[in-house]
């Protein structure tokens, strides 16, 4: 299969990188460095597991272990010594909006805001971060768990952009729909009515909401990507941090969890300190109707352009479609018509 250039990089000797995608991530290898050939054919020539290796971070040699459950990026768990840190791989995914230079700098600011582990070493294509050792959670987790999880919600909410530094990302998922919308139709990956229908979606749930406080936000809230080391719980993982409205995150949690409607009730009650009223429990229901279209989306989307090992997209895809479909009749229950 022939490989698809995803972005531009910038290599330790500052020349211009092209980044490939391999239908194996764990192959993935910088193309060519117009600047510095050698450079670039001893880059070229390294495994990733090698790279990683190689890196100028640690003290002593070091062991890899693949970290399973990832469908977009390549992770291991790296022991260097006593000490062990996860290398999270992979480059810009522009199909995604996903860009590491955003990424890098809302992890720092996470990490400064107390939410997630400390980004110890970074250069292109690879993240390194200190290891949090704990369980991670379930959809039943994340619906157990609605007050540890509103107040971490809070905290980045509240702090993680006012920690921020470099220019800032935003999120807007409306847009997201509708641009994978023409993502699809260029690659002819779905029908063309079936892709107007997710715009027109996109565009009636985006009339229902309403203007509330710019935050930042995670806009990844899937229960892999909470961790509870015993003590307390962690956020990681910050692709798509970026400013947007409260209301993405907190439907995201409830279309990812499958909450139940008494569930909802009381992950707003918990954020806005009141029984939300009718046109705020309006704005979620539509915003849950988003997310989980994006998701399903964005499984598309991927079984195009990525391919992580043990990702099955379609299923993916399928699933929140499913979900989809369930959060629009529940709306229409509801509310009446879109």
């Not at 971060?129 to 959670?137: A, H, I, M």
């Not at 961790?227 to 719980?233: E, K, P």
Request: charged residues 20%; glycine residues 6%; aromatic residues 10%.
């Amino acid at each position: 299969m022939t490989a698809r250039v995803a972005g531009h990089y910038r290599c330790d000797c500052h020349c211009i990188l092209l980044q490939c995608i391999c239908p194996n991530q764990a192959q993935n290898q910088l193309l060519r460095c117009t600047a510095a050939p050698n450079h670039w054919l001893r880059m070229v020539s390294l495994s990733l597991e090698d790279r990683i290796r190689a890196l100028p971070c640690w003290k002593h040699p070091v062991v890899l272990e693949p970290l399973k459950g990832g469908i977009s990026n390549t992770s291991f768990i790296v022991t260097d010594g006593s000490s062990k840190y996860v290398a999270r791989c992979g480059g810009d995914i522009a199909v995604h909006h996903v860009f590491r230079d955003r990424e890098r700098a809302a992890s720092e600011a996470a990490f400064r805001a107390g939410l997630s582990p400390e980004l110890i070493y970074a250069e292109t294509g690879i993240m390194v971060f200190g290891f949090v050792s704990g369980k991670t959670f379930t959809e039943e987790d994340m619906r157990a768990n609605p007050d540890r999880i509103v107040r971490l919600v809070r905290t980045c909410h509240l702090q993680v952009g006012r920690l921020l530094t470099g220019p800032p990302a935003f999120f807007w998922v409306f847009h997201v729909i509708r641009d994978y919308a023409n993502t699809l139709a260029g690659a002819k990956a779905q029908k063309i009515d079936e892709l107007k229908g997710y715009s027109n979606l996109a565009d009636a749930l985006e009339a229902h909401q309403l203007p509330l406080p710019i935050v930042f936000g995670h806009h990844d809230l899937l229960p892999g990507n909470f961790l509870d080391d015993g003590t307390r719980l962690w956020l990681i993982d910050w692709e798509y941090g970026g400013f947007g409205t409260p209301l993405f995150d907190l439907a995201n949690i409830a279309a990812n969890a499958n909450f139940a409607e008494a569930d909802e009730q009381r992950l707003l009650e918990l954020y806005f300190d009141e029984t939300p009223s009718d046109s705020l429990r309006k704005a979620f229901d539509a915003m849950k109707i988003a997310s989980a279209l994006r998701e399903a989306m964005w499984a598309m989307v991927s079984g195009i352009y990525l391919s992580a090992p043990g990702a099955d997209y379609v299923a993916h895809a399928n699933e929140y479609l499913s979900r989809t479909d369930k959060a629009v009749e529940r709306f229409k229950t509801r509310h009446g018509s879109l």
